[in-house]
């Protein structure tokens, strides 16, 4: 979208509330016991700049998301559609913390489970 204002991305808060969002979210993901072994060989500063770019791009913010297809880097990693629902849950939790509403919330959650085969491997 070309007006940010009326994008999700704008009415979220732009690319400062995107960056507090990552911070935030990666701490609720690294905390569970299930989902904290994805990641216990991941550079986390360049995660949470992926995790940033993925966002700001997923909410229609003017950022292009340069990492590797999302099914290549997830690929024969083990993630099951349980583990993605796990890792969408912590982020409803933080969007609502943050003060997203609930709309903005759902529909956020709507544009990342767009791409929850590539994640998982898996039709979902």
């Keep these: 979208m070309s007006d940010n204002a009326s994008s999700l991305y704008g009415r979220l808060g732009g690319g400062d509330m995107i960056s ?3 911070a935030a979210f990666y701490i609720r993901v690294l905390a569970d016991p299930e989902l904290a072994p994805f990641f216990r ?3 986390l500063e360049k995660l ?3 995790q940033h ?3 700001s ?3 229609g913010g003017p950022v292009s998301y340069s990492g590797q297809p999302l099914a290549h880097a997830h690929h024969g990693r083990g993630i099951s559609k349980h583990h993605f629902a796990r890792f969408t849950g912590h982020l409803v939790d933080t969007l609502l ?3 997203a ?3 903005e919330t759902d529909e956020v959650i709507d544009r990342v489970n767009a791409f929850a085969n590539e994640v998982t491997g898996t039709s979902y």
Excluded: N, W
Aim: proline share 0%.
């Design 20 to 22: 507090r969002l990552v």
């Design 41 to 43: 060989h991941t550079a």
């Design 48 to 50: 949470h700049a992926m």
């Design 53 to 55: 770019e993925f966002f």
């Design 57 to 59: 791009m997923a909410t």
């Design 97 to 99: 913390d943050m003060g």
């Design 101 to 103: 509403t609930r709309e």
